[in-house]
């Protein structure tokens, strides 16, 4: 298979690939040793109390690196094989931020692309978002609509609140696309009952499952 390095991720692969190898290092022996967590923000988190890598950066770099693992593990390629992928990748890319460092790289890169944190990491992420469509954000708009009597030219009546749900979501065949959902008071308080109603069953099972040698990845 022929890998592609989208524009979207190109910074965050020069900013690897010109990273100095120690410091490189020093990630990976952080990363092996921390829990793994679902979020990759959160997991960046985790791992700054223990790395002098930015946040921002540490973030860009770990979502990087998980992202390559769940293609290696997609295709069913080892940690070298991959490599040789992203190397042409980055070739073919004409972008000459991505032309060198890959050989001092190479076998921290490769050890990286093993870890079983960040495997993990992209395993619970794929089995986690396997649905038709995934949220990706949501937010309501509250508007006030003017009711007039016959008289079009007289102060109005009254005003209804309405609401509208915006739903953004991420589409199984790709993209995003967005729902919208009109909303009275009471099916906000609907809403308000339903997930206070989950995130107490949230609370339940992870109670539960901490109680035994289970992992919740979050």
């Given at each position: 298979m022929n890998l592609v390095i989208p524009h979207s991720q190109r910074d965050d692969v020069a900013l690897l690939l010109h990273y100095?190898?120690?410091?490189?290092?020093?990630?990976?022996?952080?990363?092996?040793?921390?829990?793994?967590?679902?979020?990759?923000?959160?997991?960046?988190?985790q791992l700054s109390s223990k790395s002098s890598i930015?946040?921002?950066q540490?973030?860009?770099?770990?979502?990087?690196?998980?992202v390559w693992c769940a293609i290696g593990l997609d295709l069913q390629q080892s940690p070298s094989e991959l490599v040789d992928e992203l190397i042409a990748a980055a070739a073919k890319?004409?972008?000459?931020?991505?032309?060198?460092?890959?050989?001092?790289?190479?076998?921290?890169?490769?050890?990286?692309?093993?870890?079983?944190?960040?495997?993990i990491i992209a395993k619970a992420r794929d089995v986690g978002t396997l649905f038709f469509r995934n949220v990706f954000g949501a937010r309501i708009i509250s508007d006030?609509?003017?009711?007039?009597?016959?008289?079009?030219?007289?102060?109005?009546?009254?005003?209804?609140?309405?609401?509208?749900?915006?739903v953004t979501a991420r589409e199984e065949a790709g993209g995003q696309k967005d729902w919208y959902f009109s909303l009275d008071f009471q099916d906000l308080m609907s809403l308000k009952n339903t997930v206070e109603r989950a995130l107490k069953k949230h609370q339940t099972l992870k109670s539960f499952f901490n109680s035994t040698s289970a992992r919740i990845l979050e």
């Open positions: 100095p190898q120690e410091s490189f290092r020093r990630l990976i022996n952080v990363i092996d040793q921390a829990s793994p967590q679902l979020d990759p923000d959160t997991f960046a988190k930015p946040i921002e540490l973030s860009s770099l770990v979502e990087l690196l998980v890319s004409k972008d000459e931020r991505l032309a060198h460092g890959w050989a001092e790289l190479r076998s921290e890169l490769e050890r990286a692309l093993g870890l079983r944190t960040l495997c006030a609509r003017p009711v007039f009597s016959l008289n079009p030219s007289a102060q109005p009546e009254g005003f209804v609140l309405t609401h509208t749900l915006q």
